[in-house]
């Protein structure tokens, strides 16, 4: 099947300062890409939709400021936490939708995010 | 905006019982997905429904999607150690996926 890779699979970080996750579709080209975070034993909350070649799409509540989003080609967005405060702390994960193939989303295996 | 719940928010069985999570939706949907999240994994893909009233097996597993396209269920037949996770269903609406709240089961042995 289709892979989304994701990295850092980890990741500890000061306060204050910024970290970047990278989602890459490894065998197919995304249009589209969709970012989450899932807090413990909660569901998974969209947090923006990443279009490449435009600007993300965010989520009500969302901070585009604070949430970096670049999807600079069709195997890569970015999501960069400016500013990491202990509250950003949470596992965010990232998924593809393959070009042309209808509504599957395939995930990435999930970044966890600890702010110190 | 869109809201996509499901219930039972947990599940207890003892291996070999019958398992069900419902997933209702506030709005009417194109398609639903469901996954499969194990403790400390990611979401794995199980199925697309995309027809109103439609039935997909895989092995064990039923899934169902109802005929307004509003609400789906995933039965599964004599639970195994190996279906522990959390289920979530994810409803398409216009233009994104919005995720179910997910049905924790554990089941014992």
């Known amino acids: 099947g289709a892979v989304v890779s994701q990295h850092p699979s980890w990741v500890i970080c000061k306060s204050g300062t910024s970290v970047k996750i990278e989602c890459r579709s490894l065998?197919?080209?995304?249009?589209?890409m969709f970012w989450y975070r899932q807090f413990p034993k909660q569901s998974l909350m969209l947090m923006a939709t990443s279009n490449e070649g435009s600007k993300a799409t965010y989520e009500q509540g969302v901070e585009k400021d604070k949430f970096l989003i670049n999807h600079a080609s069709l195997t890569l967005s970015t999501l960069t936490v400016t500013s990491a405060h202990p509250e950003d702390s949470s596992f965010y994960i990232c998924?593809?939708?393959?070009?042309?193939?209808?509504?599957?989303?395939?995930f990435g295996e999930g970044s966890w995010l600890t702010v110190v | 905006g869109q809201q996509v719940m499901q219930i039972p928010q947990y599940q207890h069985v003892q291996e070999g019982e019958d398992f069900t999570t419902y997933c209702n939706s506030s709005?009417?949907?194109?398609?639903i997905q469901w996954y499969k999240q194990r403790p400390g994994g990611h979401p794995v893909f199980l199925i697309q429904?995309?027809?109103?009233?439609e039935v997909k097996k895989q092995k064990r597993l039923t899934f169902q999607f109802g005929e307004a396209k509003k609400n789906s269920s995933l039965h599964i037949t004599a639970t195994q150690t190996t279906d522990v996770g959390t289920y979530f269903c994810?409803?398409?609406?216009?233009?994104?996926?919005?995720f179910g709240t997910g049905t924790k089961l554990q089941v014992i042995p």
């Open positions: 998924s593809a939708r393959p070009w042309r193939s209808g509504n599957t989303i395939y």
């Open positions: 709005t009417t949907l194109s398609n």
């Open positions: 429904l995309v027809k109103s009233g």
């Open positions: 994810a409803g398409q609406g216009y233009q994104k996926v919005t």
């Open positions: 065998d197919f080209q995304a249009t589209t």
